[in-house]
């Protein structure tokens, strides 16, 4: 196509030319910002999002963690009541298990007629009845010989008949 239009216009169609691709490319940079200025705001608006979630997730474990706080305080308190009455246990001597080893210590000719315990100090106060003068002398000899059995008394009256010999023992426990 040949162009015929005098020089005057065709600088000014140049001119208007330039002025589109001018316009054009300025309106081109302008919306490119407006996208980068929306997408600035867009990310800024989901990581405000995802500050308020963190922070509410660290509220949570904090909570959470001040329960299991209280709850390990309430555990300790109960474990040291535990182990206060596992001490208090421990220091204690049952009376059934010395009765049990009473009981296997007795011969058969023996009867108890009294039986004392005194936790505070482990002595053991007994009174009974002997069937034979032999079953005497062997409940001295057991009672002497336990290991767990200390300063062992047994009296035995002046007078001694022949059958149903009353005595009365006395002796420490080893803790």
């Known amino acids: 196509m040949i162009n015929l239009l005098p020089p005057q216009y ?102 108890l007629n009294n039986f004392s315990f005194n936790k505070g100090d482990g002595k053991v106060v007994m009174s009974g009845t002997v069937k034979t003068l032999k079953g005497l002398n062997d409940l001295k000899e057991i009672l002497n010989s336990q290991n767990n059995f200390r300063n062992v008394n047994l009296v035995i009256p002046s007078y001694i008949p022949k059958e149903d010999i009353s005595f009365k023992a006395d002796f420490f426990i080893k803790k």
């Open 10 to 111: 065709k600088q000014k169609i140049k001119e208007a030319k330039k002025i589109r691709i001018a316009f054009n490319f300025g309106l081109l940079v302008i919306i490119c910002l407006i996208i980068f200025w929306l997408s600035l705001v867009l990310i800024n608006s989901r990581i405000d999002d995802m500050k308020e979630v963190q922070i509410l997730l660290v509220d949570t474990e904090k909570t959470k963690i001040k329960q299991l706080d209280e709850i390990k305080g309430k555990i300790n308190t109960i474990n040291g009541m535990i182990s206060e009455m596992n001490a208090f246990y421990n220091s204690q001597m049952a009376v059934s298990d010395i009765l049990i080893q009473l009981s296997n210590v007795l011969n058969r000719e023996a009867e």
